[in-house]
């Protein structure tokens, strides 16, 4: 810069930022319900077999910076379901998630978070809830020593008919025991449900 005899120069302006961090984890939702003190990353061992969907899951985070340029982010959720993007510019992102298979997205609706980052911002508690179909097999036999379980040369009955019902007595569907004395039903969503023989 050259300055001339009384020159005055006053535009001279200075922008400084710091490095925006985004945190959140990923949950199971055991009642597919929403958001609730329940819902939790299972720790092996999980007999249920959540861990699928709360451990080592990919977490995406696209967008752009106040600079205008592109960004595409990856990360994978710890063993608690954790995960965090940091060093990041200030800018507008949006955080969703690759759902593993036979795991289905609760909540948010829809299942992303959409973030314009300020400089120095911490965006923290960004939760995913995810939740997988169950199931219902009953089991039907001759207890003839009347203790509860089936022991050996105890046989199953079939044709015997058992009907499923929700948490309030509306009917899903009834079905007749097969030759193995069971009966299934699949696909349900996580709740309440009654079986009535």
Known sequence: MSLESDEVVTDLLFGD?????????????????????????????????????????????????????????????????????????????????????????????????????????IADGLVFGDYSKAEIVAYKFFDADEDGYPDPGEAPVAGIEFCLYDGAWNLIGCQVSDGSGIVYWGNLMPGDYIVEE
Not at 42 to 49: T, V
């Open 17 to 121: 930022l710091s490095k925006a961090e985004i945190y959140g984890r990923k949950v199971i939702d055991i009642y597919a319900d929403g958001p609730s003190a329940d819902d939790s990353c299972p720790l092996d061992p999980d007999p249920w077999g959540n861990n699928a969907g709360c451990q080592g899951v990919t977490v995406n985070l696209d967008g752009t910076d106040g600079m205008g340029n592109q960004v595409s982010l990856t990360t994978v959720t710890d063993d608690a379901g954790y995960f965090e993007f940091t060093d990041l510019w200030p800018g507008s992102y949006t955080v969703t998630v690759d759902e593993p298979a036979g795991f289905y997205c609760s909540y948010p609706d829809p299942c992303e978070f959409t973030l314009d980052l300020m400089s120095d911002e």
